[in-house]
């Protein structure tokens, strides 16, 4: 039996054929499982990235630090690739920079392709990614506070094709989920609606202008609404200012 001494699962995405894909943290491995929770294949490592609970270090240091492995994993709209978003920098590589690789389901092996997030400060994590078609991806990019203490929690669009040629997924701003514009009051919130979470770790698309945020709440420690008190699961849904032309299957 498999438990959470084993693996750290962060990221979880379900395939045509009932199975699911998950990325953990403790390997860093992507796992395979049934959809009665049985390990389909032996975990697939990360070519020269390992973690500190790794078992196989055999005497060498780790190159990331603990809880830092795939935070995301995405399944690419065509259901052929998967790309695994690691949490933190791997040594070696500039402060900052998050490996985004590509996994081949067919060959079941990477494909030695590898893009770069730059996190807006090295003290930021991810909390989730999600294909928007085959080259654009909706990013959760977060600080670590909660509360009045919250500085920065945003999605990003991050595009792999690189137009302005620095070597880096190029990122267009989508929701300041700090800055939420609240016209009708709801929930009882001002004009302006926050969600000053420390741990948002999910994002989802309702449709082509509709995305779905969710948050971890770590139950019983995080209190970002209100001071002293624990955190609900709270879930919101966002209406963009314009519409993503996301690919019809990232809609499905």
């Avoid at 985004?100 to 494909?111: I, N, P, Q, V």
């Amino acid at each position: 039996m498999l438990t959470g001494a084993d693996f750290d699962v962060e990221s979880i995405v379900r395939m045509p054929d009932g199975t699911y894909w998950m990325g953990d943290e403790f390997g860093p491995w992507l796992l395979h499982f049934s959809a009665k929770g049985r390990l389909l294949e032996a975990p697939i490592a990360l070519d020269g990235v390992k973690a500190p609970e790794n078992p196989y270090l055999d005497g060498a240091q780790p190159n990331i630090a603990s809880s830092k492995g795939f935070e995301g994993l995405v399944r690419s709209v065509d259901g052929r690739r998967l790309y695994p978003l690691l949490e933190g920098t791997v040594t070696g590589d500039t402060p900052g920079d998050l490996r985004f690789s590509e996994f081949d389901l067919r060959k079941r092996a990477y494909t030695g392709k590898r893009f770069v997030y730059r996190l807006e400060s090295t003290a930021n994590a991810i909390g989730d990614a999600i294909a928007v078609d085959r080259h654009r991806f909706l990013v959760i990019e977060r600080d670590g506070g909660q509360g009045d203490t919250a500085r920065l929690k945003r999605i990003y669009l991050a595009d792999t094709r690189d137009r302005d040629g620095d070597g880096l997924m190029d990122k267009t701003l989508v929701a300041d989920l700090l800055d939420i514009a609240n016209p009708k009051g709801l929930g009882g919130f001002g004009k302006t609606f926050r969600f000053p979470f420390q741990t948002i770790e999910d994002v989802n698309l309702v449709d082509d202008r509709t995305l779905a945020v969710l948050n971890d709440n770590n139950f019983p420690f995080s209190s970002g609404r209100t001071a002293g008190r624990a955190d609900d699961n709270e879930f919101i849904t966002i209406r963009l200012s314009a519409p993503l032309h996301a690919d019809r299957r990232a809609l499905r």
